[in-house]
C-alpha cells in the first residue's frame, strides 16, 4: 500500500469534502481517501492497481486540482 498526502484546491466546506469522496468512491485500487477542510488529501491505494495520476485525473474531473508550488 502507499500512502500520499496531496494538497488540492477546490474544497471550501464539508459539502466540498462529501463531493471529493463521491468522486472516488469506488476508484480500483483506492483503499481510502480522507480530506480535510484545508485541502490535504490523504490517499491509501495499491500501486499494483492504480496510481496516483490516476486518481489525481479523477479528482480534477471533479473540479479538484492538485495545487502546485509556486
Given amino acids: 500500500m502507499t500512502t500520499e498526502l496531496v494538497q488540492v484546491t477546490g474544497i471550501r466546506c464539508e459539502r466540498c469534502v462529501m463531493r471529493l469522496a463521491k468522486v472516488l468512491e469506488?476508484?480500483?485500487?483506492?483503499?481510502?481517501?480522507n480530506a480535510s477542510?484545508?485541502?490535504?488529501?490523504?490517499?491509501?491505494?495499491?500501486g499494483e492497481r492504480t496510481s496516483r495520476a490516476a486518481l489525481l485525473e479523477l479528482m480534477a474531473r471533479g473540479g479538484f486540482?492538485?495545487?502546485?508550488?509556486?
Fill in 26 to 33: 469506488g476508484a480500483e485500487g483506492l483503499e481510502s481517501a
Fill in 65 to 70: 486540482r492538485e495545487q502546485t508550488a509556486v
Fill in 37 to 46: 477542510l484545508m485541502g490535504q488529501v490523504q490517499l491509501v491505494y495499491d
